[in-house]
Nanobody, 131 residues
Framework: VQLQASGGGSVQPGGTLRLSCAAS????????IAWFRQAPGKEREGVSC????????YYAEAVKGRFTISRDNAKKTVFLQINNLRPDDTAVYYC?????????????????????????WGQGTQVTVSS
């Protein structure tokens, strides 16, 4: 499956963005899809994952309450809604799939995924938050 992220842009603090991750080849059905981000000079970090088995959504502790992940299998797209954007959200955002149904490891609604667990990646989309 090939993934393509889009929807990034430059916004002011407090703004909202909705990122999209579309499958240009293949299907997203039954696959867990995750969003990662990488800020300049920092390691890539996982922010959210949505299950391919039951649609369960999971988040990194740092983004809970502001990020919402969802999926539309008919449109072969996963979305990441980011509310109340902050300057430290500035990063390139990537979507990726494990090519498996479940997000792991999780605890409750928290997700602790690592980029090394995801073999298939899309191109990133830049999010810049500044006033």
């Amino acid at each position: 499956v090939q993934l393509q992220a889009s929807g990034g842009g430059s916004v002011q603090p407090g703004g909202t963005l909705r990122l999209s991750c579309a499958a240009s080849r293949g299907t997203l059905d039954n696959y867990a899809i995750a969003w990662f981000r990488q800020a300049p000079g920092k390691e890539r970090e996982g922010v959210s994952c949505i299950s391919g088995s039951d649609g369960g959504s999971y988040y990194a502790e740092a983004v809970k309450g502001r990020f919402t992940i969802s999926r539309d299998n008919a449109k072969k797209t996963v979305f990441l809604q980011i509310n109340n954007l902050r300057p430290d959200d500035t990063a390139v955002y990537y979507c990726a799939t494990r090519l498996r149904p479940v997000c792991a490891p999780t605890f409750g609604s928290s997700w602790y995924g690592r980029s090394s667990d995801f073999p298939s990646w899309g191109q990133g989309t830049q999010v810049t938050v500044s006033s």
